[in-house]
């Protein structure tokens, strides 16, 4: 049995280097990668499993003969090229927002609801939006007992969910700030200071360095920012709940890279700190570090850079009842992205 | 008719700092004022109103002829100096935890319970924590109207909130780690590099620049953090609602000064936006900044160093009945801490 031909699209980008990382160090379950991206940086030579790919540009003939084809571009490269992939035969997972609510193609979580990725008419599977997939591992496998019926969520999210353009602006403004010991404690001195010293151009609507921006994706109905829908819409796809309520604040943070979620989430029937930890330390993507009162919690740079999602600050709501307080973090560009990918198509190529 | 006599115990602090600016500025309604603060800093000559007045040492003494006290101190000082200078006579303005859950003693935040000033029959009255105290005027704005009956917060708490030690912690953070462009990408690296350069002596119990630390306060039962059930607690008391529902999440962020509270309330009936909107615009010390389709919302260094509470992302929840999706900062040094003591003070003044 020959090995499935793996196609990275957007292979250049943040996800797109942790992905080579990630099917480098994984288990081996690829024949062929190809790394495709824009015609800007194709020619370019990149490592995988230790070998150099020479990067292709984006084109229907890529896709003949591949069998999983991940894409990590923006919505309207994936809205075009996604159908492409998949009439030429390749099961696309789609990492962008284009497909995730149509009824004809899954959003998958492989935790959560890994058998929604064989039910896939149209050959797209997609994958959730970064701040979703944060919280999902441990938020499903509670659901699974206790059934979930509120979410309401604070999101604290690092600057890398924005692209590579958000690290690199987040350095410059601590570089650019960094020294003046007077800076962020009067109305507008960070603004000054910084158009001073750098251009306007920032993928952040506000300063990012010793500030928080109250505003993530694009503007919506009723005062809603994109990436608070989604948490919404999601959040009820992935775990096969339909009326779930959700309501969702989501809140930029100078981290570079690890979202975190304050969850408060009220489920149909009583469950105890002790119920919580039992479920969550046997949830085998999921770390628990639980135990406050000898400062045991997860931090961004505790645990940026790895796999799990981790969840602390467990506690029992005091005026709520069946519902439980908590803090979740999970590395966006891990979890949040590329992993998430790699593990849905390491369950389709298992299907090879 | 003579001024009152005003004494400001805690002078040289980080709120006692803003104190002095404050009673500087705003309508001189005193006579003497005092500062006063421990032995360590006596002698030390500071500015108030333009003038330099010689900083005394904590002692029964120092209420003889005082008014109005407003302590600035930790909780232990309070406990054993308020009732000193309450039984010489002074009306003593607590801003520490000791008092404030007392029955006989009042906690006001003069927007939204002026009247509890007056009675006092201890000659004392405490001034909430500063995380409760962002967010209550407007809070408070709505529930007059309203009645607020639930409260799921999470906030993203500014340093200074940790006392002097707070901002000098994060400004030394920043520039040991300002120039490296790959710190915050792998799990530990910040901490690594801080041990590297820094005494490991930090008012948080984490990293605090390229990071959020989901602690603030000591320890509780069921794993809550004290300022998290002040914020319960005080809410109830402040508003006069004994059954609220409230549940917080306190995450400290690297932010100087301003705390930023996501707000998810739900109320008795409904209220839309535009309602929520009218009141607060009337709201004499609140400012409305809510148009997210033009990008306007409050974040920390646009308003740090001002008085008023600000409001923006008022949503009206998708799934939830009567309930709105709130953003607020409040400058916890000025709001937050002096300028409600200052304004309590003023209360008081007008009696003399």
Redesign the interface.
């Known amino acids: 049995m020959s090995k499935p031909t793996l196609a990275l699209i957007g292979a250049t980008g943040a996800v797109g280097t942790v992905m080579r990382e990630l099917v480098s160090t994984r288990d081996d379950v690829w024949g062929e990668i190809r790394l495709v991206a824009s015609a800007r940086s194709a020619g370019k030579v990149l490592q995988v499993r230790g070998e150099d790919v020479v990067v292709q540009a984006l084109a229907p003939e890529v896709f003949d003969g591949v069998d999983v084809a991940i894409f990590d571009v923006p919505d309207e490269v994936s809205a075009e090229w996604v159908p492409v992939a998949a009439a030429r035969g390749a099961i696309a997972i789609d990492k962008s927002g284009t497909f995730r609510m149509e009824p004809d193609v899954p959003l998958v979580v492989p935790e959560v609801n890994p058998l929604d990725a064989r039910n896939r008419p149209r050959n797209i599977i997609s994958t959730p939006n970064c701040t979703t997939l944060s919280m999902m591992a441990a938020i499903g496998a509670l659901h699974a007992e206790y059934t979930l019926k509120?979410l309401?969520v604070?999101s604290?999210q690092a600057v890398s969910g924005a692209g590579v353009a958000g690290?690199?602006r987040l350095?410059d403004e601590?570089?650019a700030?960094?020294?003046d010991?007077t800076?962020?404690?009067?109305?507008?001195?960070?603004?000054k200071a910084l158009a001073n010293k750098l251009e306007a151009d920032s993928p952040f609507?506000?300063?990012i360095a010793?500030?928080?921006?109250?505003?993530a994706g694009s503007?919506k109905e009723?005062?809603?920012?994109s990436e608070e829908?989604k948490l919404?819409n999601e959040s009820r796809k992935i775990l096969g709940i339909p009326d779930?309520?959700?309501?969702?604040?989501c809140?930029r943070?100078?981290?570079?890279?690890t979202h975190?979620l304050?969850v408060?989430a009220r489920f149909e029937r009583e469950i105890t700190?002790a119920d919580a930890h039992r479920i969550l330390e046997a949830a085998p993507t999921v770390v628990l570090m639980?135990d406050?009162?000898n400062?045991v919690?997860?931090?961004?740079?505790?645990?940026?850079?790895?796999d799990p999602t981790y969840i602390?600050?467990?506690?029992?709501?005091?005026?709520?009842p069946n519902?439980l307080?908590m803090?979740v973090c999970g590395d966006n560009l891990r979890k949040g992205a590329a992993l998430n990918a790699a593990e849905i198509a390491e369950l389709v190529a298992a299907e090879f």
């Open positions: 509120e309401v604070a604290y690290p690199a350095y601590i570089e700030l960094a020294g010991r800076v962020g404690q009067s109305a507008g001195d960070v603004r609507p506000a300063p010793f500030n928080v921006v109250p505003w503007y009723g005062g809603w920012a829908l919404r779930l309520k959700v309501s969702a604040t809140v943070v100078p981290v570079v890279t975190s304050a408060h700190v639980d406050p009162a400062g919690w997860p931090t961004p740079v505790d645990v940026v850079g790895t602390g600050r467990i506690r029992q709501a005091v005026d709520f519902t307080d803090f």
